[in-house]
Each structure stands twice: as structure tokens, then as C-alpha cells.
């Protein structure tokens, strides 16, 4: 299971009663992969639109791509069997890309601060991921 600092926790609990910790952006403003998280993008390459993943996801189901700086193509559309790319930005944590719901079978491993196309098996047929140490 992946831990996070309390300082992350207590900003999780702030957001979540709708307390903005950011500065406020343009809605033009593009968004790009960040330290701390596994993007996970929509095309191979690490283009078109990315979901940034930040804890363990059993099923990516209900999860969505928007638009990143990579472009805009698959924003909207699921997570879950429509992935091509991750680029880890997690530079502890490597991240495990999951054919099946809740990390079962084939799978691939992208290490910590790595990035690859997924392969023949996983591309477009990812369900989970989970972070390794």
C-alpha cells in the first residue's frame, strides 16, 4: 500500500470540503504531468490527453482522461482499457499497469521516474494499477 505524508493527507481533507490550495489558473491553461504522479496518457508516446494517478487504483472504472499539454485527443473518454503511455513521475514509487481489476494478470512494470509505450498485451487493455516499492 502506498503511504503519504501527512501534510498530503491533511491538503486531501482540505479539498474535499471544497477548499482551494492552489492558485487559480485560465481555463486554457495546460495542464502537464507532476512530480509525485504516474500519468497515465491516452495515445502512445505520452501524447494526447493524460489521467494522473496519485494512489492505488483497483479498478480504473469511473475514472476519466482530460486534456494535458500533450493534446487534447481521448479527453472524456475512460481510463480503464483506453490507455497507451505512462510517464512516472513518482520518483519512489514505480507504478504496475494491470490487465485485470485488482492487479491480476499480465501486467507491466514502469519504475520509479521511468516512462514506456505499454505493450502488445496491455495497450488499450489496462484495469488497474498499483505502486511498488
Do not use: H
Not at 18 to 40: Q, R
Amino acid at each position: 500500500m502506498r503511504i503519504r505524508t501527512l501534510a498530503t493527507a491533511g491538503a486531501v481533507a482540505l479539498a474535499g470540503f471544497g477548499v482551494s490550495l492552489g492558485t487559480a489558473g485560465s481555463a486554457s491553461a495546460a495542464e502537464y504531468c507532476t512530480t509525485g504522479y504516474a500519468c497515465l496518457y491516452y495515445n502512445s508516446d505520452f501524447k494526447g490527453a493524460f489521467y494522473r494517478q496519485y494512489f492505488d487504483i483497483p479498478n480504473y472504472a469511473g475514472y476519466y482522461f482530460s486534456a494535458s499539454a500533450a493534446g487534447s485527443a481521448g479527453a472524456g473518454v475512460a481510463v480503464k482499457n483506453n490507455t497507451a503511455s505512462v510517464d512516472n513521475w513518482d520518483f519512489d514509487w514505480g507504478i504496475r499497469q494491470y490487465f485485470n481489476s485488482n492487479y491480476g494478470g499480465a501486467s507491466q512494470a514502469i519504475p520509479a521516474g521511468g516512462a514506456a509505450n505499454l505493450n502488445a498485451t496491455l495497450k488499450n487493455d489496462n484495469a488497474s494499477g498499483k505502486f511498488y516499492n
